[in-house]
């Protein structure tokens, strides 16, 4: 295919005159209104949208001496007789002529433009198809930061007084256009992951993850992106806060966009708060993507509902491992309020010193309890007991695991009366 050279130019404040009223001029007019651009039409039939467009319409047969003055003619009649007249006028008569679907015909092609004026990507494909025109000019819309318009009106009265600063404008622009993403995953199961979530995976240039994301969402992450593992175990830190933070940073620096995978939500009990005040404090754009809790949705996979009527009233959720991997027992007491859900998280390997605990303030023994592995996972595994033998049953529980105490469990009891085999 020989490449058809073009001068792409802007013209400012033309009136363009547009043949023909069917829906392929309805399509040009729509593209005309939504640039602004001034145009008025001639057509004996005229599509009755159009008359929401444009109000310089005359439905009459197209004769040479409408033109007048016109510089830009647009023939969307289909009709060849109407484009002879057009091409022969034009051998006398200093026009642009775009006849639509017959590039040869065209001193000019409509590009697929992007909205955010007054900056304006504009794609051609010369004619060839409109169709990979405005795929291409969707990709380069997705580019643009939504609140470009503002910086560009700052930047023109800065150059209307003078002031170019092309260095800070390349730095603020840099910052602009790339974005970090701090996405809540979920309990692992891909079909849990918010839309946005979902599509933000799909579409960043760099993924960080750790041991809590599970295999199966890691499968959805595009073999051309970058995958950075930050896992950290207990007992085992591969990667410190700091250097996760840093390693953002790096990576935002050099253009990319980026994704923290978080499991479950991002703000419960995970860093996703530390990690955005710092962020934020780099001046890097930041945005938290909410998933679905483990604390809320875990016992839910094992249909276990944290209220219900006549077992639970409220429900707490807590965080048996705080900072420094210092333990966290301040909520044992909640225990003895009996219609009261109470779930643990990270509380698996600290099940001994809640036990011991538990019996320090003679808490009921027979209170009832689950520990729910993996949940959503298809290696989820459910064991359910009392505070008597919790320390037996998580012998056999796999991280990441979430323990539930109260009267909730003993739904399950109810629900198996009546299930059918």
Not at 254 to 272: C, E, M, N, T
Not at 367 to 384: H, L
Not at 405 to 414: I, S
Request: hydrophobic letters at 40%; aromatic letters at 6%; a neutral charge.
């Amino acid at each position: 295919m020989k490449c058809r050279k073009t001068l792409p130019i802007l013209l400012k404040e033309q009136h363009i005159l547009l043949i023909g009223g069917g829906k392929v001029a309805l399509q040009k007019a729509e593209v005309l209104a939504e640039n602004n651009i001034s145009f008025s039409i001639i057509a004996k039939e005229v599509h009755p949208k159009i008359y929401t467009l444009c109000n310089d319409i005359q439905k009459k047969a197209f004769k040479t001496q409408d033109i007048k003055d016109t510089l830009v003619v647009i023939d969307a009649t289909g009709n060849d007789e109407v484009t002879e007249k057009l091409l022969e006028y034009k051998k006398k008569h200093p026009i642009l002529l775009n006849v639509v679907d017959i590039p040869q015909c065209c001193d000019f092609y409509f590009m697929a433009l992007t909205k955010n004026a007054p900056l304006q990507i504009a794609v051609s494909s010369s004619g060839a198809s409109p169709t990979a025109a405005k795929y291409f000019r969707d990709k380069c819309q997705a580019l643009i930061p939504d609140d470009l318009t503002t910086f560009l009106e700052e930047l023109q009265t800065q150059r209307d007084q003078g002031v170019i600063e092309i260095n800070k404008t390349l730095q603020t622009i840099e910052n602009m256009t790339v974005k970090a993403y701090l996405v809540g995953c979920g309990l692992g199961d891909p079909d849990l992951l918010t839309i946005k979530a979902f599509n933000i995976i799909k579409n960043v240039d760099v993924v960080l993850y750790d041991n809590l994301i599970s295999n199966e969402i890691m499968s959805i992450v595009p073999q051309d992106t970058t995958k950075v593992f930050v896992g950290k175990e207990k007992g085992f830190h591969s990667k410190s806060q700091e250097e996760i933070n840093k390693l953002i940073c790096k990576y935002i620096k050099q253009g990319y966009s980026v994704a923290r995978l978080k499991s479950g939500d991002p703000f419960i009990f995970g860093r996703g708060a530390e990690e955005l005040i710092y962020l934020t404090k780099k001046g890097i754009s930041t945005e938290v993507i909410p998933g679905i809790s483990s604390a809320v949705s875990g016992p839910l996979m094992a249909n276990i509902p944290i209220t219900a009527r006549d077992y639970s009233n409220a429900f707490t959720v807590v965080s048996a491992h705080l900072k420094d991997n210092s333990i966290n027992l301040e909520w044992v007491p909640m225990l003895e309020n009996k219609d009261h859900t109470v779930i643990v998280l990270m509380g698996l390997t600290r099940i001994p010193d809640i036990v011991q605990k538990a019996k320090t303030l003679d808490i009921d023994m027979d209170t009832p309890c689950a520990i729910i592995s993996n949940a959503s996972r298809e290696n989820q595994s459910v064991q359910v007991g009392t505070l008597d033998n919790i320390s037996v049953l998580s012998l056999e529980a796999k991280r990441p695991a979430i323990i539930v105490f109260g009267k909730v469990v003993d739904f399950l009891h109810e629900l198996e009366k009546h299930f059918i085999h």
